[in-house]
């Protein structure tokens, strides 16, 4: 009975953690949402957000036969949206290419292309795994001081986050362009959770170093 009793308190002692860890992250992407509210722009502000140098957009899953995703395929195309207003300069595509049958900057390019934009305004960056890598690799491989970051709502506030805490002069383009699934968008608000923990850990905390290499200034 006792030992019943001790197992139903831990158990509930670590709901009411988990239950209070969620809230009190919850609240945090709220109050991120308030601190970077100013530097997110809808596709309806484009004539009047300010431009950078660099546009950065965060790569995203693509189905095997090798079609986009909707979010990637948004994001490009939100990308391009800034090329042709001439808000940005060059485009930077940073992507998982950790597998040799899966390319995320490869096909980013290639959408791109066949969407008329010229392949010297393209930049690829094989080694962006995670929102953090792609920040800091922005940073140190690419020279970038200032860019616009391109990905959905979801996600802007963590990337402007990173970017900004490693140094860059940033602002955000809102990438949404359709009525996501809200299967796929419960999943990826969800998933902001854990990744918000692990990208304050990253940013304020340990400072892990990414996959670098020999620095590719975009601009010599």
């Known amino acids: 009975m006792v030992k019943n009793f001790r197992i139903s308190k831990l158990r509930n002692l670590i709901v009411a953690g988990i239950v209070g860890g969620a809230v009190a992250l919850g609240l945090a992407i709220w109050t991120l949402w308030g601190r970077f509210s100013d530097k997110m722009s809808p596709p309806s502000a484009l ?11 965060f790569g995203a899953g693509y189905w095997s036969d090798g079609t986009l995703s909707m979010i990637l395929k948004d994001r490009l195309d939100a990308a391009f949206e800034l090329y042709r207003a001439e808000k940005v300069q060059k485009l930077l595509f940073s992507g998982d290419n950790r597998f040799v ?13 066949a969407n008329g934009i010229p392949q010297d305004a393209v930049v690829l960056d094989y080694a962006g795994r995670r929102t953090y890598d792609t920040c800091y690799r922005a940073r140190d491989i690419f020279k970038v001081s200032e860019a616009i970051l391109v990905t959905q709502r979801y ?11 490693l140094g860059l002069e940033v602002v955000g383009y809102i990438a949404d362009r359709q009525a996501y699934p809200q ?25 892990p170093e990414p996959v670098l290499g020999e620095p590719l200034p975009i601009f010599p």
Not at 47 to 57: C, F, L, R
Not at 183 to 200: C, G, H, S
Request: proline share 7%; glycine share 2%; hydrophobic share 45%.
């Open 155 to 165: 996600h802007l506030p963590r990337t402007l986050e990173t970017c900004q805490v």
């Open 101 to 113: 049958d899966y390319n995320e900057p490869a096909k980013m390019l290639e959408y791109a292309l």
């Open 47 to 57: 004539d009047t957000m300010p431009g950078k140098s660099v546009a950065i957009v």
């Open 183 to 207: 299967r796929f968008m419960k999943w990826y608000w969800v998933r902001e959770i854990p990744a918000l923990w692990r990208t304050w850990w990253d940013i304020y905390l340990t400072h």
